[in-house]
């Protein structure tokens, strides 16, 4: 009797609700999902200016925290004109040989495809998907960018059921594949150079490629995409470090321009913070590398990774790739004996700078042997990371820099700069 009598009241009390007026566009019977209950996500895309938009029915959510909001409160033609309460996938296209396209995110909603821009429907849309994506079906589950680099060429993977459909974004050409393996995606999403499946409340990464998923999943997404409070969350992607708690241990950019710091056992790409960053394990990109590193500093195409007494060269392409022989001991390598506190090298130099203590070694790479060709004091008494681009060189010593025009100049060291401080900006720590 007690339970029917809670059931009545719980009744009442919904019906009341009904009755009350909504604010303006909001449907009485669909109260706003909450992402924290667990939700099944019916698209995932990052738009131009780095925001993640999660969508399920009608609703939205903008960011990694912060409640649901109407879809076409924000992507006004969406569902105005159709009604269709839902997105089966979305993506934001990476093509920058084609300005007409890139950066836009599509929306896929049945057997139609909607272009926008600027958060405005780009005009002529929508369109029906194999108009402008031929081979592509109907009804999709996913989508997900592949630019070049990670894709052979720039694609677009599409997902229905298990089957993949993989789309060439110039030659327009699609191959299909099936990934058995892989949970069968309702939303897929880039992050970070990581692809991720999500399928109910979890998530699998897996290989762009191959489809192969390793490591242990699926996770639950509200430990790694959004801010869930208690219970929820473990040193994750929603959670950042702050900015004054920053101690790198080196920092880099190599040939094709992508910008790595490292810190304890992790890196962070920091060339790409648009779409937000996150302290992944060094062994990711480089798997040999599983404890902290003393300096990093690229030559050409090839990444020294100096840790202790040894350095470790890694060919930089699409991956890294360890070279044979190496690790040696940093002796054998650079006539110099370890640990170092940084290493830098400034663009089009042969001269590699090691910093060791207060003093500053100039290493000619391209001599054979290769030996030290100077050294100068500096006027710090330890530092923890330096680099050197078009800029000048910067110093780092826990979350302040000093810049300096040329290592010359840091060595003459009259005139100490006043420190900056590490920013969220650049850092993608919070302040
Ligand atoms: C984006 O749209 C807003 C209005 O919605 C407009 O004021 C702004 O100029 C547009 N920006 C670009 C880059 O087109
Ligand atoms: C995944 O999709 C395939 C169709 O491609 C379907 O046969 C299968 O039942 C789906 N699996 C699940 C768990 O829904
Ligand atoms: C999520 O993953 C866990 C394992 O990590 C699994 O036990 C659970 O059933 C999954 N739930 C859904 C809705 O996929």
Redesign the pocket.
């Known amino acids: 009797i007690f339970d029917q009598c809670v059931c009545i009241i719980l009744c009442l009390l919904v019906c009341l609700n009904l009755g009350h007026s909504h604010p303006k566009g909001e449907d009485p019977h669909d109260a706003k999902p909450d992402r924290c209950k667990g939700i099944e996500f019916d698209a995932i895309t990052p738009d131009e200016k780095g925001n993640t938009f999660f969508f399920k029915g009608d609703h939205l959510w903008k960011g990694f925290s912060g409640p649901a909001e109407l879809s076409n409160n924000i992507f006004n033609e969406l569902d105005d004109s159709h009604h269709l309460g839902h997105v089966d996938a979305a993506f934001r296209m990476h093509h920058q040989d084609d300005l007409n396209v890139h950066d836009h995110i599509y929306f896929f909603l049945d057997d139609k495809v909607f272009s926008y ?4 429907l780009e005009q002529g849309y929508p369109v029906e998907i194999q108009q402008e994506f031929p081979g592509v079906p109907s009804h999709l589950d996913a989508a997900v960018e592949c630019p070049k680099g990670e894709c052979i060429t720039d694609s677009v993977l599409f997902f229905k059921g298990n089957e993949i459909y993989s789309f060439d974004i110039k030659t327009k050409s699609v191959k299909k594949k099936v990934w058995a393996h892989l949970p069968n995606c309702t939303s897929a999403f880039r992050w970070l150079e990581h692809y991720y499946c999500f399928h109910g409340y979890n998530f699998t990464r897996f290989h762009h490629v191959s489809g192969d998923v390793t490591g242990t999943y699926p996770k639950d997404a509200r430990n790694y995409f959004m801010r869930c409070g208690e219970g929820f969350g473990h040193g994750d992607g929603a959670r950042r470090q702050r900015c004054s708690e920053v101690k790198l241990n080196a920092i880099t950019t190599d040939d094709k321009g992508r910008s790595y710091a490292f810190q304890d056992a992790m890196y962070i790409r920091l060339d790409t913070h648009r779409d937000g960053s996150h302290h992944f394990p060094i062994s990711r990109l480089w798997k040999e590398i599983s404890v902290v590193v003393d300096a990093v500093f690229n030559y050409g195409d090839n990444m020294y990774i100096i840790q202790g007494d040894q350095v470790y060269i890694y060919k930089s392409a699409v991956h890294y790739t360890l070279i044979e022989g190496y690790p040696k001991p940093l002796k054998e390598e650079l006539g110099i004996d370890g640990p170092v506190d940084a290493a830098f090298l400034c663009p089009n130099q042969h001269i590699v700078n090691v910093i060791q203590g207060q003093k500053m070694y100039d290493i000619d790479l391209a001599a054979t042997p290769r030996a030290v060709k100077m050294e100068r004091p500096i006027p710090f008494p330890e530092i923890d990371a330096g680099f050197c681009d078009a800029d000048g060189v910067k110093v780092f010593i826990g979350p302040e820099y000093y810049s300096y025009q040329s290592p010359m100049i840091l060595a003459m060291g009259k005139i100490k700069p006043a420190p900056q401080k590490i920013s969220p900006e650049k850092f993608g720590c919070e302040k």
């Open positions: 821009y600027n958060y405005t």
